[in-house]
């Protein structure tokens, strides 16, 4: 199994410029790749994640760093129990290479497993969510999170077989251009990815100090349009441009960035991110 190799770190670190001394909150632990690379370069780390594969390098990072890396086994919308304000916040949403690499996890429509998905490893597995759907209720998942055409009709075929395995699911998929989609569909509806998303972008304000940035790397067109829609409510100045006196927006854009030519070729999977950046405005301390 590949480790994960992660996906537009240059670009993340750039944006964070000096983070010596500096807290940062690394939402989505994975690998560790960017929890390292902070604590490489000065920082105190409090990580999330959901997924309890994860905890054994975890653990790992915590005897090498000590008391500048704490971890946190839980889902990332928990940001808002954090006790004081901190320097940065970053998002490296989706999930891992392991996560899609050990079969039986379900991810993957390339090996054939029960049809898991769950990050967690508990509560309702993608056979569970399908069992206790609707056909309307699928349908819309399908279309919302895959962008599937005809979802009605693979909806309902997906509810009358009630697949138990992903290869039972990929049959059902008469399009090959669907089953990507469908399954990338079936995982955000099961993680609830995008309600995790928007409950942690909106404590990100209040948990940042003055100077304070957040940075995320988003995989689809869903989760950074959620992204894209936030920061820029987020930079843009509160009441009426045509006034004397207008207000100063909350935050500032600091950077976007997408792989270059060389990440792509190295790291196949970092083909649909995009990184997007902010900074909270204020006299920092
Ligand atoms: C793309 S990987 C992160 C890789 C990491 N940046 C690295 O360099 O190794 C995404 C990780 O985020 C975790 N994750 C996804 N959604 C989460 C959530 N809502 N809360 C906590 N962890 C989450 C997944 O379990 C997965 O391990």
Request: with cysteine; aromatic share 6%; proline share 5%.
């Amino acid at each position: 199994m590949q480790k994960h190799i992660p996906v537009l770190l240059g670009a993340v670190l750039e944006a964070l410029g000096d983070v010596q001394g500096k807290t940062i909150v690394d939402c989505t632990f994975g690998a560790g790749g960017y929890s390292r690379a902070f604590l490489d370069r000065g920082a105190n780390v409090i990580a999330f994640d959901r997924d309890p594969n994860v905890v054994a390098d975890a653990d790992a990072l915590g005897a090498e760093y000590g008391e500048r890396f704490r971890f946190v086994p839980r889902a990332f919308s928990n940001i808002a129990e954090l006790e004081s304000p901190v320097d940065a916040i970053v998002f490296d949403l989706g999930i891992s290479s392991m996560q899609i690499d050990i079969a039986e996890r379900g991810f993957s429509f390339r090996a054939d497993a029960p049809l898991d998905m769950r990050m967690e490893q508990n509560g309702i597995s993608a056979t569970d969510f399908i069992e206790k759907s609707t056909v309307a209720e699928l349908a819309n998942v399908l279309r919302d999170y895959g962008d599937v055409k005809k979802a009605n009709v693979l909806a309902r075929a997906i509810k009358e077989a009630c697949p138990q395995t992903t290869f039972a699911l990929r049959d059902l998929i008469h399009n090959p251009k669907d089953i990507a989609p469908v399954f990338q569909a079936l995982r955000i509806a099961v993680n609830d990815e995008m309600g995790e998303l928007e409950r942690a972008l909106a404590v990100v304000p209040d948990l940042l100090v003055a100077g304070g940035k957040c940075v995320c790397v988003t995989f689809h067109s869903l989760e950074d349009r959620v992204v894209k829609n936030t920061f820029r409510a987020w930079t843009t100045a509160p009441g009426d441009p045509r006034m004397p006196v207008v207000a100063c927006a909350p935050f500032g854009l600091i950077k976007t960035a997408l792989p270059g030519a060389a990440e792509l070729q190295n790291n196949p999977r970092a083909r649909s991110a995009h990184m997007r950046g902010v900074i909270k405005n204020g006299e920092s301390a």
